[in-house]
């Protein structure tokens, strides 16, 4: 949500800027699943079902992206604010499926479909995937917000990962400007991880509402 509006700052067109930063993102991604490991332990099988609809989702939304390039501009502010309002709701919403019984240990074929879609999100467009991704996650399992916070970046890895690749075969890519951004994702993996597994879950909350409920209002400013 930061580094994109950055390289748009810089003078870089949207596509370039769109592809560039996930590349670049790749690394940051990976170390803030590295950073996250001790929460990953024991969510293997849950890790590998959702992986195939994210890898799926992120091959999907690059083949869009280098085909169609305009399609989700105008709605990207929404998608984000939609996930910061999921955020919120979170904890009653979680409480609803839960006295319904909709409880499931790797979420069902709703999260599912919702992972691949977000994947296809991510892969087009991948500006506050991660924000989208753990409101999903929260929403549909019942799990500690670092765990879910854990595995969101492994996700969000694989989506840039395949989408990256594709950018770089087909593509039109800043590669100085993604080697900035990757050298600083690198270092921002570990910081980050250090400093959020430290904030309440509450307080993990509230950062991720107020930054993207800005990112979405500048972006529809502009």
Avoid at 171 to 182: D, M, T, V
Wanted: glycine residues 14%; charged residues 10%; proline residues 4%.
């Amino acid at each position: 949500m930061i580094t994109f509006p950055t390289l748009l700052a810089a003078g870089y067109s949207p596509i370039v800027a769109n592809v560039s930063n996930t590349l670049g993102l790749v690394p940051g991604s990976i170390s803030g699943a590295v950073g996250y490991r001790r929460e990953l332990a024991g969510q293997g099988e849950r890790a590998r079902r959702l992986s195939v609809y994210s890898v799926a989702g992120g091959l999907t939304g690059a083949t869009l992206l280098l085909a169609s390039p305009d399609v989700f501009e105008g709605v990207v502010p929404i998608l984000i604010l939609v996930a910061c309002a999921l955020v919120a709701v979170q904890p009653r919403l979680r409480h609803w499926l839960d006295v319904r019984g909709t409880n499931h240990e790797h979420g069902g074929p709703v999260l599912a479909a919702t992972v691949y879609a977000t994947g296809v999100y991510g892969g087009y467009f991948g500006a506050a995937q991660g924000v989208i991704l753990l409101a999903l996650l929260s929403v549909f399992l019942t799990d500690d917000w670092q765990r879910l916070n854990g595995l969101k970046n492994v996700l969000a890895a694989l989506v840039n990962g395949v989408a990256a690749l594709l950018f770089v075969i087909f593509g039109h890519i800043a590669y100085g400007a993604a080697a900035l951004l990757a050298a600083g994702a690198i270092v921002g993996g570990q910081l980050g991880a250090k400093v959020g597994r430290r904030l309440p879950a509450d307080a993990l909350r509230v950062v991720i509402i107020v930054v993207g409920v800005v990112v979405a209002i500048e972006m529809l400013l502009n």
